[in-house]
């Protein structure tokens, strides 16, 4: 069972994981901590009741006992809410001039709309943290009439395995049912969404919508056949279209339900390129739908760049030395194997198979430097 969260300063050196941080993030914990022990001043009556009902309320559910989100998951949710509703900072620029400790940051190319990035250790609940951000942006749209607030949700993953584990949560709407997301003074609204896996067609009209997918349905026609040898191509043909018709149209079903619409990337380290296909298909979408993408919320554990440095977008970061100190994840432990021997056998050939085997190994790196002209490797 994860520890409870302590805010004895004195005891920090003991319960806080001193790690190195992006450049934003202390500031803005320190803002945000500010903003919660203030009351939550100068946010709209829903998501004040979002908050008191997440945090502030005994969750008791069917089978699984008494409930209650971690304290990094509170925090990481506050934060969106306190960038978005409350500062207005939703440009990487404003974020970087008034939360930044360095001077030397790149600005982002393109900063057409708030683009967040939450640090989360694997294995910490980040599926919960965006099932709460998507219902705090939902139910602001329509029991607020915000029309900065998005009832349209495109949920994107980098690949099939992990949109097979995010289709687990969202599948049906599973976790906003199995998880206490949903106030009931809100109930009404929640009963016009629509979860929409990749492959799904559209169902009747619903006030509000979330698609999952993974990027390269987007762009893996476009591509085909380019990922093989051309000597394969040759052999075997072009490869298969993939199955492309229910992601193929998810641009269009979110353009034709008009925006603004905000895009969650899980595993988001996938996005550091601002040129990569995945982003232009984000900025194409953010040209294409009426009052565009309102916030790119990117979710990963590894937010770095390709030299190492963390994502100046970066607003919250839950490390995992951290989520180990909380017993959060397992600690890791560093085993060493002793008195392994190789299993006996009286069969030779099988001795035989394995000493060649082994052999082989070791001589693969050394046989392409000896091999001559005209030797075999």
């Keep these: 069972m994860a520890r409870k969260r302590k805010h004895n300063p004195d005891q920090l050196g003991l319960l806080e994981a001193r790690v190195p941080t992006a450049p934003c993030v202390p500031a803005i914990r320190e803002k945000v901590t500010q903003w919660r022990d203030g009351g939550y001043k100068g946010v709209t009556d829903t998501t004040r009741l979002l908050l008191n009902y997440w945090f502030f309320t005994d969750h008791r559910l069917p089978g699984r006992g008494k409930f ?94 992990v949109f097979e584990r995010l289709r687990t949560d969202f599948e049906g709407g599973r976790i906003f049912r199995t998880d206490p997301v949903i106030p009931p003074e809100r109930e009404i609204f929640w009963r016009d969404f629509q979860c929409y896996m990749r492959g799904e067609t559209e169902r009747a009209s619903s006030l509000g919508a979330l698609y999952l997918t993974n990027i390269q349905q987007f762009y893996e026609r476009a591509t085909n056949g380019r990922d093989e040898p051309p000597e394969m191509t040759a052999v075997l043909g072009q490869k298969p279209p993939a199955q492309t018709m229910g992601v193929e149209d998810f641009d269009r079903r979110i353009v034709s339900r008009g925006g603004p619409v905000v895009v969650l990337n899980d595993e988001a380290h996938h996005t550091h390129d601002e040129e990569s296909e995945w982003n232009k298909m984000i900025r194409a979408l953010h040209a294409d739908v009426s009052a565009g993408v309102a916030a790119q919320l990117d979710f990963t554990a590894t937010p770095r760049h390709s030299k190492g440095q963390l994502f100046s977008w970066t607003v919250f970061d839950y490390p995992l030395k951290q989520a180990i100190i909380d017993n959060v994840v397992k600690r890791p432990l560093k085993g060493i194997a002793q008195g392994i021997s190789e299993q006996r056998s009286d069969v030779g050939t099988r001795r035989g198979h394995r000493a060649r085997d082994v052999q082989d190994r070791r001589q693969s790196p050394y046989r392409h430097d000896r091999a001559g002209p005209g030797k075999g490797g």
């Design 68 to 161: 209650a989100y971690h304290y990094f998951q509170r925090e990481a949710v506050e934060t969106l809410i306190y960038l978005y509703e409350v500062a207005n900072v939703r440009q990487h620029k404003t974020l970087v001039e008034t939360f930044a400790t360095r001077s030397d940051l790149r600005l982002l190319q393109y900063d057409d709309f708030a683009r967040y990035c939450v640090k989360m250790a694997t294995g910490s609940g980040k599926t919960k943290v965006m099932s709460l951000a998507i219902a705090w942006q939902f139910f602001n749209a329509v029991a607020e009439a915000r029309d900065d607030f998005a009832k349209i949700f495109l949920l994107i993953a980098p690949n099939v395995i």
